[in-house]
């Protein structure tokens, strides 16, 4: 599984971005893909995931309510979708998938095997 993520930038405080992954390879044994972000200084951390068939969702605590999850599922993409975006959600932002044919829940970055190149998002203040 190769990941393809695109869409960062840079924002104001409030302003709005959408991220989106695609993904090439064994895709459609592919159950669970997700966002994780980091910032200088900081580990990895989860921001969302969703599940490719039933399209249930998980969001870190501190983008609830302002990040949404989505997929496509005849384009092989997900989008994160990111409103009132602040300062502290300055990070380079990474997709992530698991091996093909694994189940996951998705919140845990030691969940996933493959990773996207990541994309930069920077808001200003």
């Known amino acids: 599984v190769q990941l393809q993520a695109s869409g960062g930038g840079l924002v104001q405080t409030g302003g709005s971005l959408r991220l989106s992954c695609a993904a090439y390879g064994q895709t459609s044994r592919t159950y669970t893909m997700g966002w994780f972000r980091q910032a200088p200084g900081k580990e990895r951390s989860f921001v969302a995931a969703i599940t490719w068939i039933s399209g249930d969702t998980y969001y870190g605590d501190s983008v609830k309510g302002r990040f949404t999850i989505s997929r496509d599922g005849p384009k092989n993409t997900v989008y994160l979708q990111m409103n009132s975006l602040e300062p502290e959600d300055t990070a380079v932002y990474y997709c992530?998938?698991?091996?093909?044919?694994?189940?996951?829940?998705?919140?845990?970055?030691?969940?996933?095997?493959?990773w996207g190149q990541g994309t930069q998002v920077t808001v200003s203040s």
């Open positions: 992530a998938a698991p091996s093909p044919d694994t189940a996951i829940r998705g919140t845990s970055q030691y969940e996933y095997d493959y």
